[in-house]
């Protein structure tokens, strides 16, 4: 067995690999940041009083636990297209992600707001605080606290994930390998490029998600507990 | 208690009944609380003290009889929580602070959210009232830095923030070894020395005796006995005998 690589002519094309990796990292971002919103809304409304918003949010999890990335984004895709709305892959990509990531953030949040003592709740409650005061100030940061962890590794997970975007040709990261590989025919070199690049982007989430940390939670830090 | 006006109780309970499932734990429970009186409620595990107490800030909800706080009836499904939560300061067994803010903005939250003042101002009262319960030092630690003794000092502080009319305590040194026990009681013994109206559930019945206008003994879920502290050193119930003769009258 010869095994052959030849890197050099793959590496020619690294404008095209960094300018993947920014759109993944941007894509990884801005799904991110609206899933995290999206999921602990429907977590809070998984304890709503009212059973038709509990119940929304409860298919609207299940929905997308059940089903397939790909379908989802397909689905987003094409649907909206169907109905006249002519968006960028890009933002396509987006919003499917937004909506894959909410539904397992909510089940994360659900397990944090859950993990809160019922006497935290009382306590603010005996001061007189309203229903919305409670969740903002005594229940949201430290569930997420509690779950930061596993919200950390759900976000890395999205964005390797978004890597099925390329089916939308979204021009990220494994869009530009599988056009470099096929302009180049070194297609085992390319996608060990890639593969080192999604570690890379994999490690710099985990530190913001680690920077992030220190600023949302002042105790830790003072303290010097891990997360 | 010369005029009118005072001579309402600031709270009372009157024929109060509540149950869990098919377990009764109150059953036609009626007493008063005076302003500035400190009210001693005693009684065993599970004859309903607890319950009571609760109820009086709505923890609980009351299957009848009548309840009225700072004029409000509390039995009735409208009452205006918030509003009787601002009247009521409550401190509890496992002191509850909130484990993510530091001793200071424990206190200040409830000020500044709920009676919208301002934060500069809400600091200086927080300094005011832990320097109250002896905490200055620790206003800017969180929870997890000071023992029990201290969190629950802190907690009392927490409520005073908020300017109740009347206190309740439940438990408040039950989680605690007897020296932080010590520091806690003082802390309260200052407050009715200032005049605050409170009730509280205890099982410290040398404190209870020294410090409360009155003893309500529960037993069963129903007031059982009810007078003034020297019921203590002279019960005139065979239950109440029991009791304090159990080894819990503890100086």
């Not at chain 2, 602070?97 to 530091?102: E, K, N, R």
């Not at chain 2, 438990?171 to 070894?177: F, G, K, P, Q, Y």
């Given at each position: 067995m010869n095994i052959e690589l030849d890197f050099p002519a793959v590496l020619e094309r690294w404008p095209n690999f960094l300018g993947g990796a920014i759109l993944t990292l941007e894509l990884a971002f801005l799904a991110t940041v609206s899933g995290a919103l999206l999921g602990t809304l429907a977590a809070v409304g998984r304890g709503a009083h009212s059973r038709l918003i509990t119940r929304i949010c409860k298919v609207y999890v299940e929905a997308i636990r059940n089903t397939p990335l790909l379908v989802q984004i397909f689905l987003v895709y094409f649907g909206l297209a169907s109905i006249g709305l002519k968006l960028s892959a890009f933002t396509v990509a987006v919003v499917a992600l937004t909506i894959n990531v909410g539904a397992y953030t909510a089940e994360i949040m659900r397990a944090g707001f859950e993990a809160i003592p019922r006497g935290q709740i009382e306590a603010a409650e005996g001061l007189a605080l309203s229903r919305f005061q409670i969740y903002w100030h005594i229940i949201l940061l430290p569930a997420v606290e509690k779950v930061y962890p596993a919200l950390t590794s759900q976000f890395v997970l999205l964005m390797l994930a978004s890597s099925v975007c390329s089916q939308i040709s979204a021009e990220e990261l494994t869009a530009v390998a599988n056009y470099v590989q096929s302009d180049t025919y070194r297609a085992f070199e390319t996608y060990i490029i890639v593969a080192v690049l999604y570690i890379l982007l994999s490690l710099v989430m985990r530190a913001g998600f680690w920077g992030l940390g220190l600023v949302l939670f002042p105790r830790r830090r003072r303290l010097g507990t891990a997360l | 208690m010369q005029q009118t006006a005072s001579s309402t109780p600031i709270v009372s309970l009157r024929d109060v009944q509540k149950s869990f499932g098919s377990l009764k734990v109150l059953d036609g429970v009626s007493f008063t609380v005076e302003r500035g009186e400190v009210l001693a409620i005693i009684g065993r595990?599970?004859?309903g003290k607890s319950t009571a107490l609760r109820c009086i800030d709505r923890f609980e909800k009351v299957d009848g009889g009548e309840i009225t706080v700072c004029g409000r009836r509390v039995d009735l499904p409208d009452v205006d929580l918030r509003a009787l939560r601002q009247d009521v300061g409550i401190v509890f067994q496992s002191y509850n602070?909130?484990?993510?803010?530091?001793i200071e903005q424990n206190i200040t939250l409830a000020p500044c959210s709920v009676k919208r003042m301002d934060l500069s101002e809400a600091k200086a009262l927080a300094h005011k009232v832990l320097a109250q319960v002896g905490l200055?030092?620790?206003?800017?630690?969180?929870?997890?830095?000071?023992s029990g003794g201290q969190q629950q000092r802190a907690a009392i502080a927490r409520s005073l923030a908020m300017q109740p009319k009347v206190m309740l305590f439940d438990?408040?040194?039950?989680?605690?070894?007897p020296e932080l026990t010590g520091e806690v009681l003082k802390v309260i013994e200052q407050l009715a020395a200032d005049g605050m109206t409170m009730v509280m559930v205890t099982h410290e019945m040398g404190f209870a005796r020294s410090i409360a206008d009155r003893i309500v003994f529960m037993h069963r879920g129903k007031v059982h006995e009810t007078g003034p502290a020297s019921i203590l050193t002279a019960p005139t119930t065979p239950e109440l005998v029991q009791f304090v003769g159990t080894g819990n009258l503890k100086s």
């Open positions: - | 595990s599970g004859s602070l909130f484990p993510h803010l530091t200055e030092e620790k206003i800017h630690a969180y929870p997890e830095q000071l438990e408040v040194t039950s989680a605690l070894d």
